[in-house]
């Protein structure tokens, strides 16, 4: 009787993550993988929880790790071995030589003012992918309260751990652009949640040969290459930011653990580690200018897009090569996965993990003036 008890409840259990639909048969997977053959990273494929309703997420209060770093990153940037290259003047940093496993609390905390301050380091060699859930989770927890996503999907046992998943069957045609004459999808993680997402990581686990690169921005060098005068008419207006759009692309309602929110976000937000700001709005979730017209919101809106999404000076390009992972600040960058990648049934996947941190609630301080701020109104004032 006992036995069939523990049966019974191992059942239950089983039944409450289910196999998200893939190419893949995650039975003979997970057998393969118990006689080390098969696909490596079977554990790591996208289940769902049915009928799991959560209540809305709350606000609570964040304090950046970043905010006890050095700031000149001496436990950070002088370990032995390690190499660290700009990529870019405004956005992005290659290390090599140097594992993100193995970084101390000293080390992380420098990590993320290195990332609030580049916008994305980018680690090669890595053996991340490797270190087991559970660590994987313990490093994003680090850094922030870790986000559990309003569609459901996960790594089974792992609610956190967020897989990002296309093979022949699972996202082959994305809903999301299905409709449009390119894949880009510019966006910050999840704007539409009160408390914002911080300090991310996102590797790749399995990928096509070709393609399937993602995109990433600096938000922080496109706020700054507005004039003054534009800046300042910016300041302390809100627009608002919806999760409804993202849940009407996808079909299986009955996945969703939380209900769709619409929330309110400066648009441009102040760092709380850098005290820099950005503009923070996206093309994907933010909605109207608060306090303007439809025609006003809309005309501002859609400049900003543009600017944002076309000034190539904040603009690069990640390739993912095996053991890569990147760390980037979802308050000072934006990205978009390129779907570029010819799916071939049986063979292609794009098999991606992220773990992602939440931070604080955007907010807008304005007595925080960064240095091209001042630079620019010592300019202004020269003119005048």
């Keep these: 009787?006992?036995?069939?008890?523990?049966?019974?409840?191992?059942?239950?259990?089983?039944?409450?993550?289910?196999?998200?639909?893939?190419?893949?048969?995650?039975?003979?997977?997970?057998?393969?993988?118990?006689?080390?053959?098969?696909?490596?990273?079977?554990?790591?494929?996208?289940?769902?929880?049915?009928?799991?309703?959560?209540?809305?997420?709350?606000?609570?209060?964040?304090?950046?790790?970043?905010?006890?770093?050095?700031?000149?990153?001496?436990?950070?940037?002088?370990?032995?071995?390690?190499?660290?290259?700009?990529?870019?003047?405004?956005?992005?940093?290659?290390?090599?030589?140097?594992?993100l496993s193995a970084l101390t609390a000293e080390q992380k905390d420098e990590l993320a003012l290195l990332a609030a301050e580049r916008g994305i380091v980018v680690f090669r060699d890595q053996d991340f992918k490797d270190i087991g859930p559970d660590r994987q989770r313990e490093f994003g927890a680090y850094f922030g309260r870790l986000h559990v996503h309003q569609m459901g999907g996960q790594i089974k046992g792992y609610p956190e751990l967020l897989p990002v998943y296309r093979d022949f069957v699972a996202g082959a045609v994305d809903n999301e652009i299905a409709n449009n004459v390119s894949s880009i999808k510019w966006h910050s993680d999840m704007s539409y949640e009160i408390n914002g997402i911080g300090t991310t990581i996102f590797l790749p686990l399995d990928t096509p040969e070709s393609g399937g690169d993602t995109l990433y921005l600096s938000t922080t060098a496109a706020y700054n290459a507005l004039s003054p005068s534009f800046r300042e008419f910016l300041h302390g207006k809100y627009?608002?930011?919806?999760?409804?759009?993202?849940a009407a692309v996808h079909t299986k309602r009955e996945r969703y653990i939380r209900e769709p929110i619409e929330t309110l976000h400066p648009i441009v937000r102040t760092h709380p580690v850098t005290k820099t700001n950005s503009l923070y709005v996206n093309r994907l979730y933010t909605r109207k200018i608060a306090g303007l017209k439809e025609e006003e919101s809309a005309t501002i809106l859609n400049f900003l897009y543009n600017h944002i999404e076309h000034g190539q000076d904040w603009h690069i390009r990640i390739h993912w090569e095996p053991g890569t992972v990147a760390v980037y600040d979802n308050r000072v960058t934006q990205h978009s996965a390129l779907r570029d990648f010819v799916v071939k049934e049986g063979v292609t996947r794009r098999h991606m993990l992220r773990v992602t941190p939440q931070a604080e609630r955007p907010y807008f301080d304005p007595s925080s003036v960064d240095k091209k701020q001042e630079k620019d109104q010592e300019v202004a004032a020269k003119t005048k």
């Design 1 to 99: 009787m006992a036995t069939e008890t523990v049966t019974s409840a191992a059942t239950a259990i089983d039944r409450l993550e289910l196999a998200a639909e893939t190419s893949v048969d995650y039975e003979h997977q997970q057998a393969s993988l118990f006689n080390m053959e098969g696909y490596k990273y079977a554990a790591y494929l996208p289940h769902f929880t049915p009928g799991l309703q959560q209540p809305p997420l709350e606000e609570f209060e964040h304090t950046d790790v970043g905010l006890r770093a050095d700031p000149e990153k001496k436990a950070l940037l002088k370990s032995p071995g390690a190499d660290f290259k700009e990529l870019t003047p405004a956005i992005g940093t290659e290390v090599r030589g140097l594992q």
């Design 239 to 246: 627009a608002s930011h919806s999760g409804f759009s993202q």
